[in-house]
Every structure is written in structure tokens, then in C-alpha cells.
């Protein structure tokens, strides 16, 4: 086992007195919890119409003030049940059972009353009352409606200047994370809504980070349908959880926002600045941001978006690299992940607006960003053969730049309760400038050089988008009747040009130089894109409980690939067109698309089962040459889908979904790319269709009062003939890929997901446990050999959240793993390796309005046969002093990265190799930051 160093141990000591120190804090509130001394309730549940006694009926103790839970419990068999150790006070009594209206009664406890029987207590059937939960205290807090939470701002405790995201952490049942992420019953919150609309597109910590509470009028929490089932009324089983913040009538109404200004150590800086102008049926903003230390935008900040993000495609186990920019790196698209020095400006632009009743909606943003990042990678893969080992070793310095803009518009009209139209259109403009210089060596198992490679590239490129939709739908008068009619144009023009330069020496056996290779090039790139597509889709109701759907579809895909390269009749003179790597093609596709789809829905079942079919025709053109490729396929897309819903709170279901998969053009027939000379693709025009199957199943029981719950899920995927690389590499380490179809093997992946949350009442602490794991067998052939891969992950993951409002904020994370790697042909390559990720925020509020803030993420992977255990820890800590009566003004200082140790390490490994990288970050800087929130809003809410 290799030593660890100095760093590393100093590491691992700080994590555990870090998790030593959060053990005694929990264990702490726990004895005071248990110190109290209460009083007792008892009482009996039962339906005295059926004379049913309600057995595990679960029966909750509310704080009459804030409807936040004290205990609960589950009735015995004979419907009864006791709760004692209650300190004195005002509660609310509420038992719920599946079916049956919940029952809420309030009560106290004094002196004068220390135990208190409610005797026996009628349940009634929903079905005798109204289907609808109500909690009731001052104000009420909770309402569940249907599949929708829905809970009163005002009913919890709001600070001046909070933001929604503060109001959330209050919510029973929806945790936020340090980076702003929603979970909410255990799945993850995708969209955030602001009066049922879109607030900036689609990151939702622009609303959450950046509205303020005090605006809010309620919090609705639901499933959203797909627009599908929306209009048809048909549920698809297709949801997304979604949380719409509703304002305030009397606060939609004026100017808020904010300015944040940020100066620190080494040359470190940021700036911020948010415009909001609202009233009745119209909303304005605006926001801008310069900053060096990875603040993107208003929202996430870190691992934030200007860009469409890389353009990689996964083909198997090969990541195919787009030939537009020939050296893509963190800020060449515009996107950041943590990786390089950046240097972000943006700014955006927001409207909508609502008029005629709500009957015509626009919705519309733009956004500009520039993004510049440059710093060093070192990477070091080890690749396993059948003939042994080689090593790469490769120091790439890179320095990118991206500047982009983009605009949006939605506009929807509904003229009658029939008819609606939906338009959208969208259009990106994109500039991108990559420079990098790298060096790389490779040797085999015994150290030997076999060759070395110097090479640098310098691209710039231009990139066109450009999108538009329609949408008609129609609903006729026969209940669940209804016609839609959706057409969508996609156009994408991208254009670049660069050079290349390289010099690549190989050598021989015993150590001499053998060969060089050298490449002085100039490249042009135009690709050009256009996509057509139109799908109609009719729905009718064949009975009560069944309904057909039918579609049928048409798309037209003209595309154009022109890659010129010109090698150097004299240094600086490229005048010679390289035929080898030049070439301009021509593609025209042509599809048919059917399909028809059952949906059966009764009392709490969902099936839905069919299946698509379409006809595809290819055909590509060499222009160069004239040469004619063709290819006719049928594509087979049959699906079955099965939900239960036993209740508002509980359901199952499982679905299977099948699709052809057909190779890909540069599979077929790739555009040879020298790029990396040293990694060849080669097409393969006999490649035949593969098939893939999936099966999914999901459990989930959760309520949302006393939030705790269980879910579990996993997935099943298996391929038939499946497309796999045979990987050559030569004794000089050249590498040729090529694709076949594999024969007698079926690769497949599985996951597993369970997943138990609830909450520590005593301590009011909400704890969620999970274990996951994955795995999956792979094939390819590796020197013509065939080689399996096996790769199995399991993992731990216990979370903690603990909050009071104005008082503290407390979250934990522990989750240790370990992770095993198989290779059939080289079993001393297998990579087995424990892995541990932690993180914890702990936030205090002390008088004089100070505020006291600390987080860590640790991460550490253990040695391997291959590589070194590596570790990180990156430690924050702030203090900050709010000013003035609603706390507008607010004096921070922050230190980054306490113990300097962002080293951006990542490892990941490929059917033969396993790869370690680390790059440049931003590391440990002090930062003063000085931020005003300002408002001018409607009235200040009365008090109740």
C-alpha cells in the first residue's frame, strides 16, 4: 500500500474531527430532546359507520403556530393509540388513513390538562366529504389538492430580505442543497416556475436565489404532465416535479433587487447586479455579471451554462469529437465546470406578460455571455493489451474563449376553450477562439519510449442556430376527442478554420529514434444543418376507461458537410488541398413515423401500451467524387407502461421500452479526422441495426406532513447485436478504431436505487438514507480479440438537514463507495478502489445581525495497481453583518478554499484503460464583498 503525504493525512485528519465534531452536535440535541418532561394523549380511530377499526392508521401531534411536526405515530391493531412525552401547549390532533378524509382537531396541554382522551374518533370515507386536506393552524399552512401541495407563505417564519430559497428550507418535505438543487419527497425539483411561468429559462435558482420571500403568496408543489396530457386530458405517466411560486396580488406590483460588488487577494473579483419591474399581468428584468472566481450568473454560479455545452458524442465506449473545434476544452463552447482560470461577463433580459384574461401569454428572454478559461491538464492513462501494457502521459496547455448570445420567445393564445396555438422560436449566435500546446509520451510495461508528440492547434469557429415551433390543438366535443398538430424547423450552420502542427517521433525497440512524422496544416470546416419535421396526433376515447392515441409524423433532414485541410507548399503558404483528409458530402433523410398507443386508466391504474414504427431513407453524396451512399431502414419503438396509485402519497410502476439503433453515420462511414494523428477511425459499411431494451420499475411511499417516506427504483438494459470498437494499436502505440457488430454476447447495465428520508422530530432534523448501486458488462475487441469489461458500483449516501429560521442551517453528507473493474484480457490491470464524498454547510445567525458560514467538500479515491490515492478537500468559511431594518445592506468576507487544495483531479476508465487527470483551479483567495437588496413594492403585508 502506498504512504499517504503529508497533505493528504492533513486531509483526512481535518474530515474526521469534522465528522467527529457533527456526531457530537447531533448527540447533543438529541439529550437535550430527551431531557424534556410531557405530557400524554391517547385515543381511538375507527369507522363507526362500517365499524372498522383502523388499523396503522397514522395519527400526528402539529405545533398549533407553525404546523411543523412534534411526533407521530401509527395506531395499533384495535385503531388505538398514545403519545407521550408532549411539553405544554397548543397543538394540532390530525389522523390520516388511505381513502378516508383526514381527521384535525386542536387541543392544548397545561397544568391543568396533562393527559388528554379524545376517546373514539369517526374516520369518514372520502367519499362522503370533499376531496381536500386541510391543516389547520393560525394561518392555514398546508393544503393538499389533488396531486398538488400547495403551502402558505405567511404561515412561516420570514426574515426581511429572505429569498424564496430560505422560505423553502422551512417546508416540510423539500430540502436545498449548498448549490441551490430542490429535492422535494425524495426526487429532484427540475423546474421552478414564477406565477406559472418561466423566469429566465429554464435554471430555476434564478427564482430561488434571487426572489424575495416576502412576495409570496404560496408554494405549489406537483407533478407537472407533459403538455401531451395536459391538453388531452390522457395521463401518459410522464411527470415532472415542479414547484410554481405564486406572488403576492398586493406585492406583484413595483421594483426590487439587488447590487453585489466583491474585491479579494490575488487580483480575484466579482460583480453582480439584478433589476426586477413587475405589476399586474407584466413582468421586466434584467441582470449582469463580471467575475473571475467562477461566478457565472445569478443562479448556480459554479458548473453554469452560456453554451449548448459539449458536442461529444458516447458511441459504445468511444467518445467521438466533433471536428468543428478540433481541440474542445472547458470555455470552447462556452461552459465552465470548475476546470481553468475564468473570466465570465453576462447579462440578460426578461419579459412576459398576459393579456385578454389570461388568453394570450408571451414569454421572452435574452442572453449574452463571454467566457474565457486557460490552464494546464495533466492526464496519465494506462491502456491494457493482449500483448501488455502502455502508458500516455500528456500536458495539454489550453486558453479558450467563448462569446454567445441567445434569444427566446414563447407566445401562446387560446381564442376560445376549444382551440390554443403555441408558438416558439429561438436563435443562438456563437464565436469561439481554442489555442492549445500539448505534450505527450508513450511508453510500454517496461518504460520503454515508443513515441512523443508535439502539438499544437489554434481554431476559431462560428455557430449558427435557429429553432421555430407550432402548435395547434384542438379539443372536440366529445370528451377526451381531440386533434394536435405540432411543426418544427431546426437549423444549425457551424463554420471554422485553424491550424495544426505536430510533430510526432517514434521509436524502435532499443530506444533510437525510428520515424518522424510531422503535420503543418490549415483547416476549413462548414457544416450546415436543416431539419423539417411535422407530427399530428389524434386521441379517442373508445370507452370510459380506454383511449387510443394516434400519430403519425413526416421529417425532411438536409444536411451539408464541407472539410477542406491544405498542407504547406513553404512555411505560412497553405495552397495545397490535402485529399486524404478533405472532403465534402451531402445528406438527405427522409422519414415516415406511425404509431398507435392504448391507454387504459381506471380508479388507480394506469396502462398504456403500443408502439411506433418508422421508415428512413438515406442518402449521402460524395460531391468530390460523386460517389452515392444509400441506406432504407425501419426503426421498431414498442413501449408498455403500468402505474398503481394506491394513493395521493404512494404508487408503483414499471414500464418497458424497446428502439432500433442505428449505426451512425461516422460509424459507417466516418469523415477521416488527423486531428490525433496517433488515434485513427476507420468506417465499417456492413454495420447492421442494434436493438435495445429497457425495463424500469419504481416505488414510492412518502408523506408529506411528517416527511418520511422509501422509494426504490432501477433500470435493466440489454442490447442485441450490438455495434462495439475493435481497437488496433501497434507495437509504436498508433491506434486504429473500427466498428462491429458483436456476435454470441449481449452487453447490459443494470441500477438499483433505495432511498428512506424522514424526520428526527425530538431533534427536528430531517435524515435520509440510500443505497444504490450499478453495474455493467461490455464487450469490444482489442487487437482483434475479444475482451469483456465488468464494472460494478455501490454506494452510501446518509444526508442530514436541520433548519430554524433567523437561528442556524445545518446540512451533512457522507457517502463512502467502492467501485470494481474487470478486463478479461489483462486481470492485473483491474482497478478495485474505495472512494469516500462528504460535504456539510453549517450557517449560524448571531446577534447584531451577524451571520457566521462554513462548508467542506472532501473527496478521496484510494490507489489503485495503477495510480496513487488522491484526496481533496476544499474548506470556505464566511462572516457577514447585515444593516438597516429590513437588512438591505450587507458587509461579507469570504476565504476560498482554506487548505489550497482544489486540484481537479478526475479517474474514469474505458473497456482497456483507465485514465487520471488533474487541471488547473481556482484556488485559496480572501474575498470583501458588499451587497444592497432594494425594493419599491406594493403595500406591506397586514398583519393576521
Known amino acids: 500500500m502506498k504512504p499517504i503525504s503529508r497533505s493528504n493525512a492533513l486531509a483526512i485528519s481535518l474530515f474526521k474531527r469534522c465528522l467527529v465534531c457533527t456526531v457530537i452536535l447531533i448527540s447533543c440535541f438529541t439529550q437535550s430532546a430527551s431531557a424534556q418532561q410531557g405530557y400524554a394523549i391517547k385515543g ?71 393527559g388528554l382522551d379524545f376517546g373514539t374518533i369517526s374516520m369518514q370515507l372520502k367519499s362522503r366529504l370533499l376531496n381536500e386536506v386541510i391543516i389547520k393552524g393560525g394561518v392555514t399552512a398546508i393544503k393538499i389538492k389533488g396531486d398538488t401541495t400547495e403551502f402558505k407563505a405567511r404561515a412561516y417564519v420570514i426574515q426581511p430580505n429572505d429569498k424564496v430559497e430560505d422560505l423553502l428550507k422551512q417546508l416540510p418535505g423539500i430540502q436545498v442543497d449548498k448549490d441551490g438543487k430542490i429535492t422535494a419527497n425524495g426526487e429532484r425539483v427540475n423546474k421552478v416556475l414564477l406565477d406559472g411561468e418561466e423566469f429566465f429559462g429554464d435554471d430555476p435558482t434564478l427564482v430561488t436565489k434571487n426572489i424575495r420571500a416576502d412576495m409570496v403568496d404560496k408554494i405549489q408543489l406537483y407533478d407537472k404532465k407533459s403538455d401531451q396530457a395536459t391538453f388531452t386530458g390522457i395521463d401518459d405517466g410522464v411527470k415532472t416535479k415542479t414547484i410554481n411560486v405564486k406572488l403576492r396580488a398586493d406585492k406583484n406590483n413595483g421594483m426590487f433587487g439587488k447590487v453585489d460588488a466583491g474585491i479579494g487577494s490575488q487580483n480575484f473579483y466579482q460583480a453582480q447586479g439584478l433589476y426586477n419591474h413587475f405589476k399586474p399581468g407584466e413582468k421586466y428584468a434584467a441582470y449582469a455579471t463580471a467575475a473571475n472566481n467562477g461566478k457565472i450568473n445569478l443562479g448556480q454560479g459554479d458548473n453554469s451554462r452560456l453554451g449548448s455545452g459539449g458536442n461529444n458524442v458516447q458511441v459504445g465506449d468511444v467518445v467521438i469529437v466533433p471536428a468543428t473545434l478540433a481541440d474542445e476544452q472547458d470555455g470552447a463552447y462556452g461552459t465552465y465546470n470548475g476546470r481553468g482560470l475564468p473570466v465570465a461577463r453576462t447579462g440578460g433580459l426578461h419579459y412576459d406578460g398576459k393579456w385578454n384574461n389570461n388568453k394570450e401569454i ?15 491538464t495533466n492526464t496519465s492513462t494506462e491502456q491494457h493489451l493482449p500483448t501488455g501494457d502502455q502508458n500516455n502521459n500528456t500536458s495539454r496547455n489550453f486558453d479558450n474563449s467563448a462569446f454567445r448570445q441567445k434569444l427566446d420567445a414563447a407566445f401562446q393564445a387560446n381564442p376560445d376553450s376549444a382551440s390554443g396555438i403555441k408558438v416558439m422560436v429561438d436563435g443562438t449566435l456563437k464565436n469561439a477562439t481554442t489555442r492549445s500546446n500539448y505534450l505527450s509520451t508513450t511508453t510500454n510495461g517496461s518504460s520503454n519510449l515508443l513515441n512523443s508528440n508535439v502539438q499544437s492547434n489554434n481554431n476559431t469557429g462560428n455557430t449558427g442556430i435557429f429553432n421555430a ?3 395547434y390543438t384542438h379539443r372536440m366535443r366529445r370528451p377526451g376527442r381531440t386533434f394536435s398538430w405540432n411543426v418544427n424547423e431546426a437549423y444549425n450552420r457551424n463554420q471554422s478554420n485553424g491550424y495544426q502542427n505536430s510533430v510526432i517521433d517514434f521509436y524502435n525497440t532499443t530506444g533510437g529514434k525510428d520515424s518522424t512524422r510531422r503535420i503543418d496544416q490549415y483547416k476549413t470546416t462548414d457544416v450546415t444543418s436543416s431539419l423539417l419535421s411535422s407530427n399530428a396526433t389524434y386521441t379517442e376515447p373508445l370507452s370510459k376507461v380506454l383511449a387510443l392515441i394516434f400519430n403519425y409524423g413526416l421529417g425532411m433532414n438536409n444536411s451539408s458537410a464541407d472539410r477542406q485541410t491544405f498542407d504547406a507548399s513553404m512555411p505560412g503558404n497553405y495552397n495545397l488541398l490535402n485529399t486524404t483528409f478533405s472532403n465534402n458530402y451531402r445528406f438527405n433523410q ?35 467524387s460523386n460517389d452515392i451512399y444509400r441506406r432504407d431502414f425501419i426503426n421498431l ?43 485513427i477511425v476507420l468506417g465499417n459499411p456492413d454495420l447492421k441495426a442494434s436493438f435495445s431494451n429497457n425495463f424500469k420499475f419504481n416505488y414510492r411511499l412518502y408523506r408529506s406532513i411528517s416527511n418520511h417516506g422509501v422509494s426504490v427504483g432501477g433500470g435493466y438494459n440489454l442490447v442485441s447485436n450490438a455495434v462495439v470498437n475493435n481497437i488496433t494499436t501497434d507495437a509504436t502505440g498508433k491506434t ?40 455493467n458488462i461490455s464487450y469490444n475487441y482489442i487487437n482483434n480479440v475479444l475482451n469483456k469489461s465488468e464494472a460494478y458500483s455501490y454506494g452510501w449516501v446518509a444526508e442530514f438537514h436541520k433548519s430554524k429560521a433567523n437561528a442556524h442551517y445545518f446540512q451533512f453528507v457522507f457517502a463512502p463507495n467502492y467501485t470494481v473493474n474487470k478486463i478479461s484480457l489483462q486481470q492485473r490491470g483491474n482497478n478495485n478502489a474505495w472512494g469516500i464524498y462528504s460535504d456539510a454547510v453549517a450557517s449560524v445567525y448571531l446577534p447584531a445581525k451577524l451571520q457566521v458560514s462554513t462548508d467542506y467538500n472532501y473527496n478521496y479515491t484510494a490507489a489503485t495497481a495503477s495510480f496513487t490515492a488522491q484526496s481533496r478537500m476544499i474548506w470556505n468559511a464566511s462572516i457577514s453583518k447585515a444593516f438597516f431594518k429590513d437588512n438591505g445592506l450587507k458587509l461579507a468576507a469570504t476565504v476560498n478554499d482554506l487548505l489550497n487544495q482544489n486540484a481537479n483531479y478526475s479517474r474514469f476508465i474505458t473497456a482497456n484503460s483507465i485514465t487520471q487527470s488533474n487541471t488547473t483551479g481556482i484556488r485559496r483567495y480572501l474575498m470583501f464583498s458588499l451587497t444592497w437588496d432594494f425594493n419599491k413594492i406594493g403595500a406591506s403585508p397586514q398583519k393576521k
Open 44 to 114: 381511538n380511530l375507527a369507522d363507526t359507520a362500517l365499524r372498522t377499526k383502523m388499523f396503522n392508521s397514522t395519527v400526528y401531534v402539529l405545533n398549533a403556530k407553525d404546523s411543523i411536526l412534534t411526533k407521530f405515530i401509527y395506531a395499533a391493531a384495535d385503531g388505538g393509540f398514545s403519545i407521550n412525552n408532549l411539553p405544554a401547549g397548543n397543538y394540532i390532533l390530525m389522523a390520516t388513513y388511505p381513502d378516508y378524509a383526514d381527521y384535525v382537531e386542536p387541543f392544548s396541554l397545561d397544568a391543568a390538562h396533562a
Open 362 to 376: 408571451i414569454n421572452t428572454n435574452y442572453k449574452a455571455g463571454y467566457l474565457a478559461t486557460n490552464g494546464v
Open 469 to 471: 415551433g407550432v402548435l
Open 590 to 624: 427522409f422519414t415516415n413515423q406511425a404509431g398507435a398507443v392504448f391507454n387504459y386508466h381506471q380508479n388507480k391504474t394506469i396502462l398504456t401500451f403500443g408502439s411506433k414504427v418508422s421508415q428512413v431513407d438515406f442518402k449521402q453524396v460524395n460531391l468530390n
Open 637 to 679: 419503438a414498442p413501449q408498455v407502461n403500468y402505474q398503481y396509485k394506491a394513493s395521493q402519497q404512494a404508487s408503483f410502476s414499471m414500464s418497458y421500452n424497446g428502439n432500433t439503433i442505428q449505426p451512425t453515420i461516422d460509424q459507417v462511414q466516418p469523415v477521416r479526422i488527423n486531428n490525433d494523428p496517433l488515434n
Open 736 to 775: 486504429i478504431t473500427q466498428y462491429l457488430n458483436l456476435q454470441g454476447q449481449t452487453p447490459f447495465r443494470y441500477n438499483l436505487n433505495t432511498n428512506y428520508y424522514m424526520m428526527i422530530a425530538p431533534i427536528n432534523t430531517s435524515m435520509s438514507l440510500e443505497f444504490n448501486t450499478t453495474g
